[in-house]
Nanobody
């Protein structure tokens, strides 16, 4: 199973972008979908997550500006980013917490998509 992220790009401060991440291949059960971001020299940090029942969580730095959503068919997660700030500049990674066919927990990562916000 692979996760393919897309939608990154360059935008001016105050602008918007929408990230998508789609899974290819069979997944027995997706428990949580999320987005992380990373800047050079810093650890990867959680941005937003959505659980199987639709509950969402956001980092304080993006709450009120970003919205995470999902489609179950196909297995895709989105991140709508509004009112972007230069400090949102990062490589964004999607992340699925899944249960495999053999009932084992596993974490899947996408390849990352770069978001650049200029002032």
């Amino acid at each position: 199973v692979q996760l393919q992220a897309s939608g990154g790009g360059s935008v001016q401060a105050g602008g918007s972008l929408r990230l998508s991440c789609a899974a290819s291949g069979y997944i027995a059960r997706i428990n949580v979908m999320g987005w992380y971001r990373q800047t050079p020299g810093k650890e990867r940090e959680p941005v937003a997550a959505i659980t199987r029942d639709g509950s969402t969580n956001y980092a304080d730095s993006v709450a009120g500006r970003f919205t995470i959503s999902r489609d179950n068919n196909p297995n895709t997660v989105y991140l709508q980013m509004n009112s972007l700030k230069p400090e949102d500049t990062a490589v964004y990674y999607c992340n699925f917490g899944v249960t495999t066919y053999w009932n084992k927990p596993e974490v899947l990562w996408g390849q990352g998509t770069l978001v650049t916000v200029s002032s």
